[in-house]
């Protein structure tokens, strides 16, 4: 898998964590574009509801083979572990996102 910094950010979420104290992670591998700590980013739920959040951390989870390979969990501001799901896409605010099937 070739992530492209060109395009929009977009993660599928595999796996969500509740940290005590700190917050939601949601898990995945980043798909496309750029994550940065204060980056406005938006929750496309598999329901088909959005919701606006901010990024408060990023952190590598597991590395395979390659950086591309990479398992990363982002920390979500008033997100709670109950409104986050697997299958659910984080991406860029200003990005036009169509679901994969």
């Known amino acids: 898998m ?6 929009p950010f ?3 979420v ?6 005590i104290g700190r917050g939601t992670v ?3 591998r980043i798909e496309s574009g750029t994550l940065r ?3 406005e980013i938006e929750i496309l739920h598999i329901s088909g509801g959005r919701q ?13 083979l390659a950086p591309t390979e990479a398992t990363v969990g982002v920390l979500l501001k008033d997100v709670s572990r109950s409104d986050l799901k697997r ?15």
Do not use: H, K, P, Y
């Open 14 to 19: 595999l796996e969500v964590f509740g940290i």
């Open 52 to 64: 606006r959040t901010v990024v408060t951390g990023v952190e590598l989870i597991s590395q395979v």
């Open 2 to 7: 070739i992530v492209s910094a060109d395009l």
């Open 37 to 39: 700590v204060g980056d």
């Open 26 to 28: 949601a898990a995945g």
């Open 87 to 101: 299958g659910d896409v984080l991406t860029g605010v200003s990005a036009e996102v169509t679901r994969r099937t």
């Open 10 to 12: 977009r993660m599928t």
